[in-house]
């Protein structure tokens, strides 16, 4: 509930300077997508649908209201419903903030805001603005979407031009809280194991991106670094016979990237480190320690074949390095994709996907045979903007 | 030979065509924003939401044609994108709350009298639409 009052907050001291205004001087515009996916594997269930029978259990609708008051001052918010699965089935709110830009080399945004980190983590929900079904999820995990999306604080923006010769520097920093739900995708294991985090996981996150837009037009490279606080929370054990706690120490997550764009040609390119300790206690059974060390990257290229069709093909390898030899400790997945705009509002997707290994994207509950070690996978999407 | 011939006054011809295409779109500003002449790369981040303003120019708010040839025209030499993949990335920008989409308009005739009313306004239009009251800006 505060964390909607911090949204409200934030559009309502926007729109102070904006109140003698009119409507049309607010510059007010709604704009929206919705999509509606279709999956289906050949061997395991994934992302919690039944999808080796065939699964449309892939919705998602979103209403974006926002105001520019005064050229130098933004306010919006978005609300989401998303459906995959078991995973949400809710309306949460995406983000909702108050956005001031001094300058080109200065601005600031806070509220509930997006996580500037990584290449694509403030995009990753815009289904409309990319060609791929599904992101890279060593990266980008669908599952835990809502809570790596955005934090509730601030952004510091702003772009310095190097001059000619070595083009721009884009910065942003960030910091506030994260709140991972209770329903995470990060949970679910824990939570097929019995083990519940009542309240989530949620703590201090601050961090850190730097593009690079080079001399050479199209070609950007970056980096960001993620730091979270140490985070704790209640958890519970045995439908509440057990009660302890759930503790994550301080993390460092980076993430190197480089992006190239140019006429008809996308290449990009993105590493990232997850490395977490932990313990998790239960009042009278022994202490268990948490030790994951993820490492993520991919690569991908896209090219426009005609106005309305585009292909793209990537590689995305994701390994735990604390996990035993065997099909669990890694996901090396293979994709080819299509879109095709029929208008400026309307589109579709196919993708297919070639997986080894069941690091990501399973549930043992969905899957109460075991695990095969390679699947494939077929996502067909429609969607709509506005 | 004859068909080299041929190719070559087709590919001749295209990049006339081309070259004709471009001078044909202009880009006006509102008569208060301070810069006469503007590269290539500063009007491509205005328009594509990368900056909200020129380099010693003050804030700046562009408007966008619908649809139509000097739209397209203007993607072409400017932006580098098609309209469908131009919209794509404005949308990444709104639903990321990075940016308010720029208003669009069915006519020339309607950003020229957008531009002109508006301060720090930005626009393009075919070079042969009336612009009194809007400067024209130079492309370096």
Known sequence: MKRILVGAMALILGAIPASAQSLEDLNIQIHGYATQGFLYTTQNNML???????????????????????????????GRYFLLGNYGNAITLDWAAADYKFNEKLGVRFGKVKTPSGLFNETQDIDPSYMWSLLPQGIYPISSRNSTLAHFGGVVYGTLKLGQSFGKLEYRGWGGERVIGTDDGYFVNQKEAGLNLPNGL????????????????????????????????????????????????????PNYFVHYEKNKVMLA???????????????????????????????????????????????????????????????????????YDFNQFLYAKAEQHFIAGTYLSY???????????TTKLTILKVGVSF | ??????????????????????????????????????????????????????????????????????????LQAYIGKNDTAYRAGWRSLVFSGQATMPKSVDADAAVVAFVSNNNGAIGYINKTTPHEGVKVLQIK
């Open chain 1, 48 to 78: 919690t649908t039944s999808s080796s029978n065939g699964s449309p259990a892939w919705t998602e609708a979103v209403i974006n209201v926002g105001a520019q008051p005064t050229p130098k001052l933004r306010v919006g918010v978005q």
């Open chain 1, 363 to 373: 549930d043992t509950a969905l899957n109460p045979g075991g695990l095969k070690p």
């Open chain 2, 1 to 74: 030979m004859k068909h080299l011939l041929y190719a070559l006054l087709l590919v001749a011809s295209v990049s006339i065509f081309d070259v004709q295409a471009q001078a044909q779109v202009i880009v006006i500003a509102n008569s208060n924003v301070k810069a006469s002449a503007v590269s290539k790369n500063d009007l491509k981040d205005v328009f594509t939401g990368a900056a909200t303003a020129l380099p010693g120019g003050g804030n700046v708010v562009p408007i966008l044609l619908k649809a139509g040839t000097t739209h397209e025209e203007f």
């Open chain 1, 202 to 253: 949620s703590g201090v996150t601050l961090g850190a991106a730097l593009h690079w837009r080079t001399p050479l037009a199209g070609l950007m490279i970056g980096a960001s670094d993620g730091k979270d606080e140490k985070w704790s929370s209640v958890l519970t054990a045995g439908n509440g016979t057990f009660t302890g706690g759930e503790t994550i120490n301080p993390l460092n997550q």
């Open chain 1, 269 to 339: 390119g993105e590493y990232n480190r997850l490395p977490v300790s932990g313990v998790l206690t239960l009042t009278g059974l022994p202490t268990t320690p948490l030790h994951i060390d993820q490492r993520a990257w991919y690569g991908m290229a896209s090219y426009k074949v005609t106005e309305k069709f585009t292909a793209g093909v990537y590689d995305s390898q994701t390994v735990e390095h604390h996990a035993a030899l065997g099909a669990a400790r890694h996901s090396l997945d293979w994709a080819i994709s299509g879109r």
